[in-house]
C-alpha cells in the first residue's frame, strides 16, 4: 500500500502540463473571463457597476485556470494548495448580491479551463450568459421612507395628506412626538410614489408644506444595493 502511494506521488510530480498545453488553457480562460466581462458591463448599470470588480473577474479566471492547470495531475500540490488557501480569508464588501453569482462563475470557468473541460465551460457561460442577459437587469421595487417633521398641531392634517396621496399604499412605521413636534415615518414603494405624484396636480412635497407648521420633509430610498 504504501508502494502505491508513493508511485503515485512520484508519477504525479513527474507529470506536468506540456507549452501547449498552458496556451490553450490560459487562452481558453481570457476568452471565458471576458465573456464574463461582457454579461457583468451588460447586467448592471448606473453606480452599482464597478469596472475594478470588472477586470478582477478576468484576471480571477486566468489566475484559478492557472493554478488548475499545475495540480490538476499533482496530488502533492493538491493537498498544498488546499492548506494553503484554508488559511486564507476574502472579506471584500459586494455592492449587490449578484456579485457573489460572478465570482463564482469566474473561479468555475477557471477550473474548467485549467483542467481541460472547455465544452463544460463553454456551454455552462452561454446558459448563464443568456440567464443574466434576461434576468440580469431585474430590480427589486426600491422602498421609499417619507420622512416628514412638523408642529403637534399639523399631524391630523399630515396624516391625512398622506393617505389622500398614498392611501393604504403608505404604512406608518415610526410616529416620534414631543409635548410641540411630530415626526412621521411612512414607508412606500418607489413606483406607488411615482403613481401618486402623476394622479394629484401638486406633488407630496409641496402639498405637505401647504398644511403649515411643517420643518422638514425628506424623501430617501432604501434598496439592496449602497446608495441614495
Known sequence: ???????????SMAAGPSLEDLLLRTGAAVVLGFIIFVSYWLSHAGTIYSQKFNVNLVVLTVLTASVMTVISNNIALSLGMVG???IVRFRTALKDARDT???????ICG?????GQFIAAGVGSAAVFVVLLVLGRVRNDVRTLVVVRAARSSSLAIEGKIFAYLGAAAQARVKNTTPQTVEFIYEVSRGDLEQAQ??????????LYDIGGV??????????????
Open 101 to 107: 453569482t460572478y465570482v463564482f462563475w469566474a473561479i
Open 215 to 228: 420643518e422638514y420633509v425628506n424623501i430617501v430610498a432604501q434598496s439592496d444595493e449602497i446608495g441614495s
Open 198 to 207: 402623476r394622479k394629484n396636480e401638486r406633488p407630496l412635497v409641496d402639498a
Open 111 to 115: 477550473i474548467c479551463a485549467g483542467v
Open 1 to 11: 500500500m504504501k508502494e502505491q502511494i508513493y508511485q503515485l506521488f512520484a508519477q
Open 84 to 86: 494553503a488557501l484554508s
